[in-house]
């Protein structure tokens, strides 16, 4: 059914959630979501800081008679990652999101939602809206581009922050409050590759990996579903492995660093006799790729496909460069790595192959790795540089960001813990996350801030199965509520 948003309560933070989701995307600094918050905060009278990289710092007056409470900043992100199914046609730079509710869930329409992090920011705005809601001073930081490299919180000017009490809203799971996170960084490796004319007996194909549930790289990487990159690797090495003359056009796969690849697509050159012995073997590797990933990835399917023999499929890859490239896409790591040694069930370290592209002279690859050691994670980059080179590929390392070591004993920790029992009648539970958090970038900044991180039940984000519990969002609505008062 077509979701009426603000039909459902509470009513504030789902017609806020409405209008963010709602407005498209672009690509750099979220400039159409920052005018749109800005224009919210204009209207409303209260103070809007911005700073350099595009941060805003919305300053909100106390309830009165509560002007004397410590100010509370509450924190998220304005950008999401743009995912959608290949057979969807949507455009993220100049269309909103389309969304239905499902039973207890609000869903999109074949893209992600943007829940990560659109509830947070709406939460924010909600209850300061919202007249029933007492609270001291509020600072509203809204950071910029957290999907594509924690920039807002990296390039943060702390000057436009005065509060020392931090609600990260950007946490997903109900019940849990969570205390510290995964650093990470990123490693891309160019390989040059040369080519050469088609054979004369041979015809382009298209292989294709798809129907993969994807996910985001910390949060479902403990899951151990599949990548359609590493996926699509296996096929082409098996062709070429059983004696096929299998000529490598071009290879593409995913499409972000924070997210597993769900489709592969791979362009290829095959001897014409040989077209259905390709058929027979990604039929073959389809079936030992359910045998693994039947519980995560039911989906799945591998295709062959005839497409037409244009210019742009006429000039395979060398075989030597060709396979360097499968090599080095076979070689790289993904999944877990290691598992925390003080946190029990936490994944300490892992690896994302997120991303390949091929154009005509060079393929990329892309990779993503967390940890909450960070001698760990830069042992990971050593192994995957290492990788790299030893594929001829040139390397480009991104800075890591920091992890944020948990502190259970911390007031904000206390307090945010003490009022959900309260409410609920159980207490919730205290987490590490395998993720990404600002906040480790936040403090880093500001050494005396004392954060804690918070959020509903959100599913599958960062793929277009991606997913809010309404029932959760009352929940995590009403906690932050109460939060507050508390605070004041």
Excluded at 160 to 178: F, K, P, Q
Excluded at 230 to 236: C, F, I, N, P, Q
Excluded at 319 to 329: F, G, I, N, T, Y
Aim: with cysteine; charged share 25%; hydrophobic share 40%.
């Amino acid at each position: 059914m077509s979701s009426p948003l603000v039909s459902l309560e509470p009513k504030l933070l789902w017609q806020h959630f409405d209008s963010i989701r709602s407005t498209p995307r672009p690509s750099k600094h979220e400039e159409q979501i920052i005018e749109v918050v800005k224009a919210w905060a204009a209207d409303r009278g209260h103070e809007v800081l911005q700073d350099a990289a595009g941060s805003l710092s919305i300053r909100v007056a106390a309830t009165p008679g509560h002007e004397g409470a410590p100010t509370v900043v509450l924190q998220g992100h304005l950008d999401m990652v743009c995912e959608k199914n290949s057979n969807v046609e949507h455009d993220f730079m100049t269309q909103g999101i389309e969304v239905d509710v499902d039973g207890d869930w609000v869903v999109a329409r074949g893209t992600t939602l943007g829940a990560d992090n659109g509830i947070g920011v709406a939460t924010a705005m909600a209850v300061a809206d919202d007249p029933d809601v007492v609270h001291g001073p509020l600072e509203l930081l809204c950071t910029i581009d957290e999907e594509t490299g924690l920039t807002g919180a990296k390039e943060l000017d702390s000057s436009i922050v005065s509060g020392r009490i931090m609600l990260n809203l950007d946490t997903e799971e109900d019940g849990a409050v969570y205390i510290g996170c995964a650093g990470g960084a990123d490693s891309v490796g160019r390989l040059k590759v040369t080519r050469r004319p088609g054979y004369l007996n041979s015809v382009p194909v298209r292989v294709s990996v798809r129907g993969l549930r994807g996910g985001h790289s910390g949060l479902n990487i403990i899951e151990n579903r599949a990548n359609a990159i590493k996926l699509t690797t296996r096929v082409l090495l098996a062709a070429i492995e059983d004696g096929l003359e299998l000529d490598l056009v071009s290879i593409d796969g995913g499409s972000k660093h924070n997210a597993i690849p769900r489709e592969t697509f791979a362009v290829c050159r095959v001897n014409a006799g040989q077209v259905d012995a390709l058929k027979a073997i990604s039929e073959s590797c389809a079936k030992d790729f359910l045998e693994e990933f039947a519980a995560s990835d039911p989906d799945l399917e591998v295709l062959v496909e005839a497409i037409g023999d244009e210019d742009g499929v006429a000039t395979p890859i060398n075989v030597h460069a060709r396979d360097k490239v499968l090599q080095l896409l076979d070689g790289l790591p993904h999944g877990v790595l290691s598992m925390s040694r003080d946190v029990e069930g936490l994944v300490e370290t892992s690896n994302n192959l997120a991303v390949v592209q091929t154009e005509d002279d060079r393929v990329t690859v892309w990779v993503s790795y967390r940890s909450s050691i960070m001698p760990a994670l830069h042992a990971v980059r050593r192994q995957v540089d290492s990788i790299y080179k030893l594929a001829g590929a040139d390397v480009e390392v991104d800075d890591a960001y920091p992890g944020w070591k948990p502190n259970p004993n911390s007031a904000i920790v206390q307090t945010t813990s003490a009022v959900y029992e309260k409410l609920f009648g159980a207490a919730p539970e205290l987490k590490a996350i395998h993720a990404g958090l600002e906040c480790g970038l936040l403090i880093e900044k500001i050494p005396d801030m004392d954060a804690v991180s918070i959020g509903p039940q959100i599913e599958n984000a960062h793929s277009p199965d991606e997913r809010v519990q309404i029932s959760s969002v009352q929940k995590f609505y009403k906690h932050v509520a109460a939060l507050l008062e508390e605070l004041a």
